[in-house]
């Protein structure tokens, strides 16, 4: 929900100007059209402002890469719809809560985007801040401030509010000026949607997060580019069915749909049920994807969004034929870097290991989504789809004197023949892990001979069968989520008597790919909470004949683990390619 925070300023200020601009009638209150009043304010928030805040997150924070004329039009709509969707929906939401109170309210807003006229857009928009029966200039600079002002606090350009509000005055001065609409004499139909496109191109000031990436998008939206896959797979993201449809449905909310103080005019009583059962679905949808909801609540909401749409959460990406990613593995494809990774603190410890005479190995796993783009982005790729500047990071470690072992490429043309990872965890296979362990264990062997074992350690085999829903299917679905993606069978082979050893010249460091068969609690683990003697760990050794100094740490203690051991011949470190 980290996206959903900017959203949180603009929804703060449309509801205190609600409360402040409020204008009580004389009529009776009508407890069951409150209600529905109140429903259809909170979906206009909860089911619609909010998917559309996840849309523009992505766009902003796109990598430059991904960013394509494209998603700008997509970003620029979005946002357009949503400033008609937080300022409605919480004028209705105001207005609700104050006739369930005994105190029914003037409607507090109109059909604004269907005004044809820039002036009179502003006040049907807010009317409680314009004051006055025309839509002259001046009664309408306090709506525009008010909207200038709500743009910076949501994504934080100021400059650009400031030329958006420019904008805007200009075009309601010009119209005041010539006592008529700008695009008078054009039917009304016509007028309407030269005023909304109008709209939409001025709203990219508002999306954008500073005024130059603000022209760059402009022209992006007038000039075609060639694209590239990064923004491929960036509107794909854009365009998912749920965000589609979102969108689709706010564009006919903001648009196409009749006011809703005559729809709930109408003696059919039908609307006014719909309101009310929306208020349970759009505080439900609310807390989705909220970590403290509680389980059942959490499987209620995804489960149909994800058998309706394909879609996923704010942590797991359902990809085509079930396939489930997790969704900072597509951030780094698609999305700038929002901090450092862990490339400078590997230079600065084999600087440091240099000068203890102590060679460093790193093994790059590669992420799932490098491997399997074709279930995200249909498409026929050569090799696997790399985060962009990858390549110049791993040459500037293997320059730094690490010894860098990638096997994407390996494992890459093994696809044929045998998966790398399963299709509802995160994590690499059985086979696969072995097949990387043995690539590692013969570069040691032939960099540094002495560190195997010159005798055969006693140790006792046994085959392990282990059924699992996968970690990614479960952190989608608390609940059942076998019943949609079906589960994993693995065949694990646990050996006894290579048990993890500090006294060993050989340090290997890792996190999730040391724990996963080793770690009980991890994927395919076992009821009995006992480590399981299966995971890289226990291979190597297997492979170099002796007991390893195995610790499974997060990626940030690696570094100052490695730093800090003493008396080590070689230390291996397992790191995420994405984390680099």
């Given at each position: 929900m980290a996206y959903a925070k900017t959203l949180l300023p603009a929804l703060v200020v449309a509801l205190l100007v609600a409360v402040a601009t409020l204008r009580r009638t004389t009529e009776s209150p009508d407890r069951f059209r409150a209600l529905a009043q109140l429903g259809f304010g909170l979906a206009k928030l909860c089911l619609l402002a909010l998917p559309l805040e996840w849309l523009s997150y992505l766009f902003q924070n796109g990598e430059p890469l991904a960013v394509s004329?494209?998603?700008?039009?997509?970003?620029?709509?979005?946002?357009?719809?949503?400033?008609?969707?937080?300022?409605?929906?919480?004028?209705?939401?105001?207005?609700?809560?104050?006739?369930?109170?005994?105190?029914?309210?003037?409607?507090?807003?109109?059909?604004?985007?269907?005004?044809g006229h820039f002036g009179d857009l502003w006040r049907r928009l807010l009317p409680g801040l314009v004051r006055g029966s025309t839509a002259g200039f001046t009664p309408c600079i306090p709506a525009l401030l008010l909207i200038a002002g709500i743009g910076s606090l949501w994504h934080g350009c100021v400059l650009g509010s400031l030329i958006w509000l420019l904008i805007q005055c200009a075009l309601v001065f010009v119209e005041d000026r010539r006592g008529k609409a700008l695009f008078y004499p054009l039917p009304l139909p016509l007028r309407v949607i030269s005023v909304m496109l109008v709209l939409?191109?001025?709203?990219?000031?508002?999306?954008?997060?500073?005024?130059?990436?603000?022209?760059?998008?402009?022209?992006?939206?007038?000039?075609?580019?060639?694209?590239?896959?990064?923004?491929?797979?960036?509107d794909k993201r854009l365009t998912s069915g749920w965000l589609q449809f979102m969108l689709l449905f706010?564009?006919?909310?903001?648009?196409?749909?009749?006011?809703?103080?005559?729809?709930?005019?109408?003696?059919?009583?039908?609307?006014?049920?719909?309101?009310?059962?929306?208020?349970?679905?759009?505080?439900?949808?609310?807390?989705?994807?909220?970590?403290?909801?509680?389980?059942?609540?959490?499987?209620?909401?995804?489960?149909?969004?994800?058998?309706?749409?394909?879609?996923?959460?704010?942590?797991?990406?359902?990809?085509?034929?079930?396939?489930?990613?997790?969704?900072?593995?597509?951030?780094?494809?698609?999305l700038r870097r929002r901090s450092e990774g862990a490339t400078q603190a590997l230079v600065k410890l084999a600087g440091e290991l240099k000068t203890k005479g102590v060679p460093l190995m790193l093994v790059v796993i590669p992420a799932k989504a490098a491997m399997y783009t074709d279930h995200i982005f249909r498409a026929e790729y050569?090799?696997?789809?790399?985060?962009?500047?990858?390549?110049?990071?791993?040459?500037?470690?293997?320059?730094?004197?690490?010894?860098?072992?990638?096997?994407?490429?390996?494992?890459?043309?093994?696809?044929?023949?045998?998966?790398?990872?399963?299709?509802?965890?995160?994590?690499?296979?059985?086979?696969?892990?072995?097949?990387?362990?043995?690539?590692?264990?013969?570069?040691?062997?032939?960099?540094?001979?002495?560190?195997?074992?010159?005798?055969?350690?006693?140790?006792?085999?046994?085959?392990?069968?282990?059924?699992?829903?996968?970690?990614?299917?479960?952190?989608?679905?608390?609940?059942?989520?076998?019943?949609i993606f079906g589960e994993e069978s693995e065949q694990l082979v646990s050996i006894l008597g290579l048990e993890s050893d500090v006294k060993s010249p050989v340090l290997i460091l890792g996190g999730d790919a040391l724990r996963v068969f080793s770690d009980p609690a991890s994927s395919f683990g076992n009821a009995d909470g006992k480590p399981q003697q299966a995971g890289f760990g226990t291979q190597m050794s297997s492979l170099l004949g002796r007991r390893l100094d195995v610790r499974a740490v997060a990626e940030k203690e690696a570094a100052q683990i490695a730093a800090e051991a003493v008396g080590k011949k070689l230390i291996v470190i397992l790191a995420q390619a994405d984390e680099l």
């Open positions: 004329g494209k998603a700008v039009w997509i970003a620029a709509l979005a946002q357009t719809c949503q400033l008609y969707l937080v300022i409605t929906g919480s004028a209705d939401v105001v207005a609700g809560i104050a006739a369930l109170r005994d105190c029914p309210l003037a409607e507090m807003h109109h059909s604004a985007y269907r005004a939409v191109v001025t709203n990219v000031l508002l999306v954008s997060p500073n005024v130059v990436a603000a022209l760059e998008n402009l022209k992006l939206m007038f000039v075609s580019a060639k694209p590239t896959l990064y923004s491929l797979l960036l706010s564009v006919i909310t903001s648009i196409g749909l009749p006011r809703l103080g005559w729809v709930l005019e109408q003696p059919i009583r039908s609307w006014h049920a719909i309101g009310v059962l929306l208020i349970p679905c759009s505080l439900l949808m609310a807390m989705r994807e909220s970590a403290s909801t509680p389980a059942f609540l959490r499987q209620i909401t995804q489960w149909p969004v994800t058998w309706v749409f394909d879609q996923g959460n704010s942590r797991v990406h359902v990809g085509y034929d079930g396939m489930l990613f997790p969704l900072r593995e597509l951030d780094h494809l698609t050569a090799a696997p789809v790399q985060p962009p500047g990858q390549k110049a990071r791993l040459e500037k470690l293997a320059a730094a004197g690490i010894e860098v072992i990638d096997p994407s490429l390996a494992l890459w043309d093994r696809l044929i023949k045998a998966e790398s990872h399963y299709s509802t965890d995160r994590h690499w296979t059985f086979d696969t892990m072995k097949v990387v362990a043995g690539a590692v264990a013969k570069r040691i062997r032939e960099k540094w001979p002495q560190l195997p074992g010159t005798e055969t350690p006693v140790i006792s085999a046994t085959i392990l069968e282990r059924t699992d829903s996968g970690d990614l299917a479960r952190e989608l679905l608390p609940q059942g989520a076998e019943t």
